[in-house]
């Protein structure tokens, strides 16, 4: 290949860069957000000690998505690049251009393009690593994560994306067809007609749409798995038939109404608009499946990370240590946490509770009884209202809030048979304290003297899986307990891993290090996902963006009639207006209304578990990325306006 040659291609990347710029834009923001991924992984200080190993899939994970997106992105981008300069490939080949140089010539530029992409994206990958560092030290709560140089980040983004840019190269120089000389000198001046619309299609595309809404307002947790599954995939062919049919047919109905259709500019703008929604319909389908994915992400690790400022009301308990019969450690675990908790200077209340396994006359299974007297001193400690029962009475004790919606309507008389002590269980008590690993599914507090009588304990629980004494350490600061009983939560993570929790003489649970592990771990997530999210977003705009100057030279030519006919600049921008607003909204609209009925199932997801609202969330996201997309709306129609001009 001579030097004129790559000079020539040069030249031509330099010339383009208007219709280049959105693509450049986003190869280098891939770039970046892939090199500050591979910082976070490979720094020697997250690695080695901090990283949450979900954490660290979650980033893995999104380099992957992220690289198969831009592989689809730039795929896309080159095929319309290559229609917006048809004409300028005929005139090379009228020139005397050969195929086989022509295929060098788009190679030559997409690497051009591409390898220019990755030194400034790494260039500013790097520069900003250091902000983006700071930002992940306040996530995971780190003294420190300085700024490090290692040849691994470095090597990884390069050699991915050179691979990604030579296989698109490649790729796009296939979609060149060999076609008639005239055709390529027409470019984006040929008068295609637009093809007629389906309405069994349009049919199909609002049916399938309604089913999935109608069915997203039915889901309940029976049901939320499989529907997860199984909505996505209609909802995405739904909206397929939507923007190639639905909307074709929608339009043909409206210019059949004179009140609506013929008025001057609303004509002149309508009759551009089904040749437009027809040619772009594929690109309108993919620019709102991109937005709806975004939506989803953000929306859905928001709200993972709201549910850890509610953690802490849904487990009250600070830490939670159980000593099974004849646990020998019991005395040293205890003394142990105490010590770590003063060396600390936390302020702690400890109570306990003694539970006596009992087998119920009703229904034959056994019930996990506990005494009034220790109950009321656990719940002072928590701050919620103590319980005064009469002799002969009890109450269940609930391990969630459904649980409690269940067992507060109960009213059952029965005889806890080892002792032959009747009692009456009435209602529940309107706060959960444990969990059902903890105290189990069928556990009740009785009033004081009954507990007295319970000398026999049920035949089988004195065993190692009986649970005999609950310690509750209440913690006014109870985030800082993050840093007590690492050991006795190593021990209880390795019998968790290895299946032996039934042969563990004790159980130990530190709500301040799993709220820690969850709140990093959301947060870290979170940040991957707006990352991912904001180059989904520049690539969807960028859709549009490449459609509309690849048929600039077109509409020059008929807002230049236009002038000469009498309409003013004025006019001209309402008219572009008219054109912009559906390529830019249509899609956005779609992805919202989308992905609101797929909060819904979020929704039921979160139900039982927290009370969290999704509406706040979702309204939240959706303002924060319309507001980005006006603003990307707005620098488009300066931008397309100027070149009109």
Known sequence: MSVSFRQFAYRN??????????????????????????MLMYHPKVENEFMIDIAFRGMYFAQIILVLFMLFFLFYSMRAFLEARSKEFGVLMQLGMEKQQLNK???????????????????FGFAFSKFFFMVIREILQISALPIYFSWKPFMLTILTFATLFIVVSHLSVLTIKDQELIYLLRGTDKNIQPQ????????????????????????DKSNL???????????????????????????????????????KYRLLAWSEYAK????NSRMFFISSIVSTLSFLAIGTLSSMSAFTHQYHQINPISMIYISKLDNPYEYQHLMSLEDELNDRNLDYQLSMLEVKPQTSSKTGKAIQVVSEEQFNQLAKALDEPTIDLKRGHAMFIPYSDEAYKTLNTLDIKTTLVENDVNIRIQGA??????SKDQLGVNAIVVESNDYARLYNLKEGYHTGSRIDKIFAFTVKDWTATQYVGHALDNIMTEASLTNSQGTTPFYYKNNGIDYEILRSTFALILFIGILASAVFFLAAGSFIYFKLYANLDRDKVQYTTLRRM???????????????????????????????FAFIGLQVFWEGIADLSIAKTLIMVVGIMTGLQLLYFYLIRWRYLAHLK
């Open 13 to 38: 990347v330099v010339r383009n860069h208007r219709i280049y710029a959105a693509f450049f834009l986003a190869s280098v923001s891939s770039v970046m957000v892939f090199f500050i991924y591979s």
């Open 105 to 123: 010539l788009v190679t030559l530029e997409t690497m051009l393009i591409g390898f220019a992409s990755i030194i400034v994206g790494i260039l």
């Open 196 to 219: 007629p619309y389906s309405k069994m299609g349009a049919i199909t595309g609002f049916l399938l749409l309604g089913l999935t809404y109608y069915i997203m307002l039915n889901v």
């Open 225 to 263: 798995l499989f529907l997860a599954l199984v909505v996505p995939p209609i909802m995405m062919i739904g909206t397929y038939f939507f923007f190639s049919d639905a909307v074709l047919f929608i339009i043909d109905l409206l210019r059949k109404s004179k009140k609506i259709y013929w008025r």
């Open 276 to 279: 437009m929604l027809k040619a």
């Open 429 to 434: 008590y309107p706060v959960s304290f444990f």
């Open 566 to 596: 009498g309409v003013t600049d004025r006019e001209i921008r309402k008219l572009v207006n008219r054109q912009l607003i559906p390529q830019f909204f249509l899609p956005w609209g779609v992805a919202v209304v989308n992905s609101s």
